[in-house]
């Protein structure tokens, strides 16, 4: 008989793409106890070793928060850009995250209901042969596909709404059943000498232009073969081994014309890796208190319950995908960020069902914006982030939205999430204490809440210093930094894993303007110093009796760095 390990926790969240991995993080960080499940070995879904897909978000308005420091830390670490260095760094985000068991290759394929709620999940671990059931107060579906939905009875859509329904311009007359189709990607090495390439008996061939017109298929570091995609006029869940065969022959069809038939640029470069496991990019959308459409994201709409933003152009593929004749897909930039309301991120009638990512509250025309990786992160940051208020109060997340929103914002933002037009309340002891800085500029705006933009930082020197003064003893319980990582210096291109290794690729290094080392002094006693300081958002817990509190740059990177804000949190 196979055993089954039996779990109780606050969060069950199942799938782990950025999105599951966004709230995984963001509800244990803050204490509520967090299981994740997962099917896979690796994390990151689209964005892992497995189908390396770019982390992309809003465009020419970069993501903060963990999208950020993912980025941060993987050109610090990573700066050659290997993949397995990469989901080893996803891996120890999660699997060492204090109060979070982490389930990996474990995938979940029922569900116990207790009248409209959840009352229990159970997976299948591939590697122990077990089974693990999980009792939660709440959970979150990141599984993309949306598995809790046929499991649990909880509303969803399928398709494109016809144009009248939410009033779309650019939806289809009539509603379909069609979708985005799924890749298998590939990516190529350039080499120092000519590299031949011998396609197999069973793959396509395209021996010459007339498959390939308007798909860009010359070879370059940017190529990541994206339009490589089939399946959206069929059923992306039951069709995927049926297509990753069809993907398979298509992707290495296009490989050996590439090399074979005519130029491309192509002779020193070698196939390094194919994919095996499709990448998704629609399926099941779960339905939400609201569902966002096309005119929200185009109008750059906002919410009293936003929690998260998006800035991806409305970017709809043809269903045929590299069938399709033409175009592959739309382009439609928003005005500015769109805000993402809390009432898309959960079911409207499964009481303690939250989502996050690819499968929200959305129509079609609005996912096509909000899919993008960096936007799936802030949104699961975003559900860990309510689930915390939930479990706190014990409360829906339906009355979250409606009774903590400012709370569930708050803390968002303490953890440097940015949400367009918010502003993050700065603690009562930084703002009513007397602030100095050493090099006679205008010190305020590190207590002004801006925490991103031209004109919001103080910029500093070696030897530079920024000191609160209380008066007298304070209760200390945090200091708070946050420094410029030069967020749109190299644009998500930049900031991502190669498409393609080109020969002598330089290696990333993270931007000039942030400052490297240091110190932060209690009462002029030295508590903390760092001389590797590479992240935006940087937050020490303490628990001391200070009255005044400094911060010292002992080392820029560049000539100068800069500092959006610095606060002290506590009481007197
Ligand atoms: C070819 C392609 C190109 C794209 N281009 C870009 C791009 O350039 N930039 C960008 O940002 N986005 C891009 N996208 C879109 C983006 O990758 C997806 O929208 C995004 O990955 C969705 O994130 P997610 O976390 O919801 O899902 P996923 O990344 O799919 O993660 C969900 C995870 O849940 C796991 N899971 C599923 N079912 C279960 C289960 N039953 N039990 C346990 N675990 C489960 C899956 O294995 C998966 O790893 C692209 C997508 C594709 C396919």
Redesign the pocket.
Known sequence: MLKTIEHKVDLCI???????MGAAVEAAKHGIKTLL????PVL?????SE?R?????GWGYMETGLPEELRQENIFRNPNGNYSVWDLLLYEKLRFQENLTLLLN????DAEMDGNSIKAVK?WQLTTQEFHRVEAKLFAD????S?LAPLTGANFRWGREGKSEFGESMAPEHEDSCTMG??C?MQAREMSERQDFKPPWWSNRYPDDSALENRYHQMGPLQ?F?FL?LGGEGNTIADTEKLRDELLKTAIGVWDHIKNHGEHEAENWALDWIGFL????ESRRYEGDYIMTQDDVLSGRNFPDCVAYGGWPVDDHYPAGFLHKGEPNTHVYPDKPYGIPLRSLYSNNVENLFF????ISVSHMALSST??????MLL?QAVGSAAVSCVRYNVSPREAAQKYIGEIRQRLMEDDCTLPGFIRKRPDLTLQAALTVSNGTDGEVLRSGLERGEGNFWTAQNGDWAEYDFGSKAQVNEIRVIFDTDLERTG?VGRNLPAAYALNMPAKAVSDKIIAGFSIFADGREIYRTDEQHLRCFRLPVNILASKIRLQINRTRGTKGNIFAFDVNGRK
């Not at 990151?44 to 892992?48: D, L, P, T």
């Not at 897909?53 to 978000?57: D, P």
């Open positions: 199942i799938g782990g793409g950025l999105a599951g499940m997962h099917e896979r990151g879904g689209n964005a892992s189908i897909m770019w982390i992309c978000g474990c995938s979940c394929m997976g990141c599984s993309g596909d598995i799924m890749s990607l990541n994206w995609e499709p990448g998704k990019r996050a990512g690819r499968n899919r993008v990786m960096a936007t799936c699961g998500a």
